[in-house]
């Protein structure tokens, strides 16, 4: 089946630093959807690309959908303390025809030094 | 406009047991997923239900089964629970899922002692 190499698995960095993670996959997708989950919560969708080569923004967080379809990356700048927690990256394989299911990355747990 | 809502929030369970799961999507929402998320596996997909069909679904053992009501609201069942099938259950809606976002549930944590 398709899987997602989600990279990487934690990140420890200070409070103002930038961050950068990625997701590859075997396959290609339709759509790429990166989400936050705090403990306890279900995933909240931060960024949904829909277009190979797209670059979207949401405050200080940006995403891409690339170009072979089959990665995307998630930035965030100048980070703070309510950014921890656990990122998903997520792809959709299909765009029509029912809601194939998401197939998710491992996540990547990101830890603010104070 | 209320987001997804799941009941109950947390369930203990004996194995051997079942357990009914309620998901209730966005308003308008008619398309409602099942997750299964657990530290060893991640997130995986269950099965999807749309106009109270099951529209697809995912590698997981005829014990998990689930129904859709007319009003879109949906409930997940796993029968003989194992062990193994402690995890939080997400649920997410999205209009139509035909490649649309889906909006994620808080979720139900499951213990199967």
């Known amino acids: 089946g398709q899987q997602l190499n989600q990279s990487p698995q934690s990140m420890f960095i200070q409070e103002g630093e930038d961050v950068s993670m990625n997701c590859t996959s075997s396959?290609?997708?339709?759509?790429w959807l990166w989400y936050k989950q705090d403990p306890g919560e279900g995933p909240v969708l931060l960024i949904a690309?829909?277009?190979?080569?797209e670059l979207t923004s949401n405050g200080r967080l940006t995403a891409q959908f690339g170009i072979t379809r089959k990665d995307s990356f998630l930035n965030i700048s100048a980070s703070i303390p309510s950014d921890v927690g656990i990122y998903f990256c997520?792809?959709?394989?299909?765009?029509?025809?029912?809601?194939?299911?998401?197939?998710f990355g491992k996540g990547t747990h990101l830890i603010i030094q104070p | 406009k209320a987001g997804v809502t799941q009941t109950p929030r947390y369930l203990i369970k004996t194995r051997g047991q079942q357990v009914t799961l309620s998901c209730s999507p966005i308003?308008?929402?008619?398309?409602v997923s099942w997750y299964q998320q657990t530290p060893g596996q991640g997130l995986q997909f269950l099965f999807e239900?749309?106009?109270?069909?099951?529209?697809n679904k995912g590698n997981f053992p005829g014990r998990f089964s689930g129904r859709q009501f007319s009003n879109s609201r949906s409930e997940m069942n796993v029968s003989t629970l194992e062990l193994g099938d402690s995890a939080l259950y997400l649920c997410?809606?999205?209009?139509?899922?035909?490649?649309?976002?889906?909006?994620f549930g808080p979720g139900t944590r499951l213990l199967v002692l």
């Open positions: 997410a809606s999205s209009l139509s899922g035909r490649g649309e976002t889906q909006y």
């Open positions: 396959s290609i997708f339709n759509t």
């Open positions: 690309l829909y277009k190979a080569g």
């Open positions: 997520a792809g959709q394989p299909t765009s029509g025809g029912g809601a194939d299911g998401l197939t």
């Open positions: 308003s308008g929402h008619r398309s």
């Open positions: 239900y749309f106009s109270e069909t099951q529209r």
